[in-house]
């Protein structure tokens, strides 16, 4: 039943043109609100949330992602609205765990943080500022957050302006007026829209590898992390690969900013990985810092020289690279987390847009880009969804899938054992009736303890074929260590001799019949 609804998603989405499609999110979602004129403001009425309050006049609304949340906004003024169930947790642990960036204080200043009691309602309110950015244009830099909870629902109201709130017409009016109602309308989702191959700025040989790898006709290919290439070590993957009777045509390779002007040794992972036949999944991240975010760094000019030659030195290797900028950005152990930078998903689209804009202009043809959430959001919360990251169909070419067997060794954290199918299944419908983007597992693997990873192999070998839309997967060929420099997760295919003749079997089997049902 489950594929029928994916292939209906499909047939329904292939027959949308771009303007049909718009035209169906502008009508769609203009029927989930209303707004009327309320004298010096305008009273919004949100239909799937229920609930009605006063906003700044003139406001432009946003309902594409109604079933998450509702931006109104205008030039000086953004105002995001978030009805959260909070049954499973409490007020206290919501707003907690939300405002948790507030501890960096070297990049927060607190202003005012305490309950008030408004329009018969008690309100917890935050209000903060960060400096300015100077590479964000018309930066809203000054927040204020408000939380009301309502029976089992918390409804978060988050202002951010250019100037002082209190510069703005303060906060109170928002509060004032505010009342809930039985919701009336179902919840509305954008589907993200594919760019056609032929507009994209690339040149022949990444279209002919995005069109063998990443076409509707494109059957699953494999990849591989091997940290040695790291190192330029290729000892470990060519044994692999000798064995297996099997190339890797995608390696994943990870790189960091850094804060000398440029990479140490881009050119030379890139020219490697190409002798050895390999394109790279080359990921970018900032790392965490005692003395601040580093995305506030990069907005503010930091890395520009950086980036300038980490741009140049991917455009004039010239061979096709998949670029996936800050991955797993809705967890909140990525320090470009919205978690980490006042809860504010603004900030990742504009550092994900300002990286993109140097190799717009250093003329790059080819780069493929990755957009890649976790499988799920730490926090799960509204405000940290993943669709408040996605930063527009012109800025992803592939929407990558990240979900990890992490095994038991933490079972007294609640860490489970999860087959292949319990981590992709729900995501890879859910993503497909999202976007139309083709699909990417951009690493997974299966950790050892807890279950029998042999099995959890062959279970995945013979559903993923299932998921036709996912066009490759790579495999996380390392580990994890635990504090003491134990290691914690194992997810190494060559464990066992049984593991290694598991995977030779099957990594060259045939992805369109069911051969190993």
């Known amino acids: 039943m489950k594929r029928f609804l994916a292939i209906l998603v499909l047939l329904t989405m292939s027959f949308g043109t771009t303007v049909a499609a718009f035209a169906e999110t502008t009508a769609v979602a203009s029927s989930q609100y209303n707004i009327t004129d309320a004298g010096t403001y305008d009273m919004f009425t949100n ?22 949340g509702t931006i109104l906004e205008n030039t000086n003024k953004r105002i995001e609205i978030y009805k959260q ?22 990049d927060h ?21 960060r400096n300015k950015l100077s590479r964000v244009n018309n930066d809203k830099n000054y927040y204020i957050c408000m939380d009301i909870q309502k029976d089992n629902y918390c409804y978060t109201i988050f202002v951010k302006a250019t100037d002082p709130i209190a510069n703005l017409g303060g906060y109170t009016y928002l509060i004032n007026s505010f009342t ?39 059957d699953l290919t494999w990849g591989i992390f091997e940290p040695d290439t790291a190192g330029f070590d290729y000892t470990q993957l060519d044994t692999y690969e000798n064995y297996y009777d099997y190339e890797f045509p995608i390696l994943l390779n990870y790189s960091e ?70 991955n797993e ?38 780069v493929i880009w990755i957009w890649n959430p976790n499988c799920v959001s730490f926090p799960n919360f509204n405000w940290n969804d993943e669709m408040m990251y996605y930063p527009g169909d012109k800025y992803v070419d592939v ?51 807890g279950g029998d990873k042999n099995q959890w192999v062959i279970n995945m070998f013979n559903t993923i074929k299932n998921y036709d839309r996912i066009k490759a997967a790579v495999w996380w060929d390392g580990c994890d260590w635990d504090a003491n420099g134990n290691v914690a997760r194992s997810y190494f295919m060559d464990e066992s001799p049984t593991l290694l003749n598991t995977f030779k079997k099957y990594l060259k089997g045939s992805w369109d019949r069911d051969v190993y049902a």
């Open 109 to 129: 200043v607190t202003e005012y943080n305490d309950v008030q009691t408004i329009n018969g309602h008690s309100v917890n309110i935050v209000v903060w500022h």
């Open 180 to 218: 809930t109602f039985t919701p009336t309308k179902p919840a509305y989702m954008r589907v993200a829209q594919k760019i056609d191959i032929n507009e994209k700025n690339w040149n022949d040989e990444t279209k002919a590898f995005y069109q063998n790898y990443f076409s509707d006709e494109a």
């Open 85 to 106: 169930y909070i049954g499973n947790t409490s007020k206290a642990g919501y707003i907690n765990y939300s405002n948790k960036f507030l501890n960096n204080t070297n």
């Open 399 to 449: 929407v990558g899938m990240t979900a990890y067997n992490t095994g038991t060794y933490y079972a007294s954290t609640g860490e489970k054992w999860h087959e292949f199918d319990d981590l992709y299944e729900g995501l890879y419908y859910d993503y497909c009736a999202k976007f139309e983007q083709p699909l990417m597992i951009t690493e997974f693997s299966s950790a050892s303890m």
């Open 257 to 326: 900013f850094d804060n000398t002007y440029k990479h140490p040794n881009l050119k030379q992972r890139l020219d490697t990985a190409y002798d050895h036949n390999k394109v790279l999944e080359l990921t970018l991240q900032t790392t965490g810092k005692p003395d601040g975010n580093m995305v506030y760094d990069v907005l503010d000019g930091q890395y520009d020289e950086f980036l300038r030659d980490y741009a140049q030195v991917v455009t004039e290797f010239g061979h096709p690279v998949m670029f996936r900028l800050g």
């Open 47 to 68: 239909y799937v949330d229920g609930y009605s309050l006063n906003v700044d006049k003139g406001m432009n609304v946003d309902m594409r992602y109604s079933s998450v």
């Open 329 to 366: 950005m809705n967890g909140d152990w990525c320090p470009y987390s919205s978690y980490n930078t006042s809860k504010d998903t603004t900030m990742y689209k504009e550092f994900y847009k300002y990286v993109y804009s140097f190799f717009e202009k250093a003329g790059a043809q080819n």
